[in-house]
């Protein structure tokens, strides 16, 4: 286990943390990245990409508190961990960053998948609380799936963008997506309904299979 401070990783804040969505360039050898914080009032994810050309870099993500100028996050999941075995990080951060936050949309929150629907409309559920996850990160109009796993932090891959949510009818715009970065660019489109805790989404995935997933509100 590694912990490491960190006085380079991100810069959002001035005085307190704000659950918001904020992003930053940083030039790397001629090429430009983007940084992409979403976080609530408890968790933080921070992905890296570009988008000329598409391109997945990086993300890390997990549980944090605030002390003064400082955020200490426990990892998740990181897709480096092969190479920096970083699971718990101090997060120094001297300066505000661009806020790209847009409205409050209805389904914000941290979502974890629970089974799918089958054609004959029976739920077919998956336990929430074994190791082996996909995350769905919403928040103010920014989305991020991870697929991951807490105990051995093997990474399964990860892709997000721009999100809205309306009258039953959900999108996303893919801006990156690790297994495939030509994927970057394409909407997607489905129908939702949300039931107490439980997100019902229903529609085709990236490459045109139908799928009908059941997301549950995650509330640790």
Same mark, same amino acid.
């Given at each position: 286990?590694?912990?490491?401070? !960190? ?6 804040? !001035?005085? =307190? ?9 940083? #030039? @790397?050898? %001629? ?48 897709? @480096?961990? !092969?190479? &920096? ?11 505000? +960053?661009? #806020? ?7 389904? &914000? +929150?941290? $979502?974890?998948?629970? +089974? ?5 409309? =029976? #739920? *077919?559920? *998956? &336990? ?20 991951? @796993?807490? #105990?051995?932090?093997?990474?399964? %891959? ?8 309306? &009258? ?24 939702? @309904?949300?039931?107490?805790?439980? $997100?019902?989404?229903? %529609? ?10 059941? $997301? ?5």
């Amino acid at each position: 286990m590694r912990l490491i401070t !960190l006085t380079f990783f991100c810069f959002i804040i !001035l005085f =307190e943390v704000k659950p918001q969505a904020y992003q930053w360039d940083v #030039e @790397n050898n %001629g090429a430009i990245e983007i940084h992409r914080v979403l976080m609530d009032s408890n968790y933080f994810i921070e992905t890296v990409f570009s988008d000329k050309p598409s391109k997945f870099i990086s993300t890390r993500g997990g549980f944090y508190e605030s002390k003064s100028n400082v955020i200490h996050v426990q990892f998740e999941f990181n897709s @480096n961990y !092969l190479k &920096d075995s970083l699971v718990k990080a101090e997060i120094r951060i001297p300066n505000i +960053g661009k #806020e790209i936050s847009k409205p409050k949309l209805p389904l &914000d +929150g941290k $979502w974890l998948m629970a +089974g799918r629907v089958n054609n004959e409309g =029976e #739920e *077919r559920r *998956r &336990d929430t609380k074994r190791s082996r996850k996909t995350l769905k990160f919403l928040i103010d109009g920014y989305f991020q799936w991870t697929a991951y @796993n807490t #105990e051995t932090f093997k990474f399964y %891959g990860s892709g997000g963008g721009k999100y809205n949510a309306k &009258d039953g009818k959900y999108s996303e715009s893919i801006e990156y997506f690790s297994r495939d970065n030509s994927r970057s660019g394409k909407t997607l489109s489905f129908s939702f @309904n949300q039931e107490q805790n439980d $997100w019902y989404h229903k %529609g085709f995935s990236s490459q045109g299979k139908p799928l009908h997933e059941i $997301w549950t509100l995650r509330n640790d």
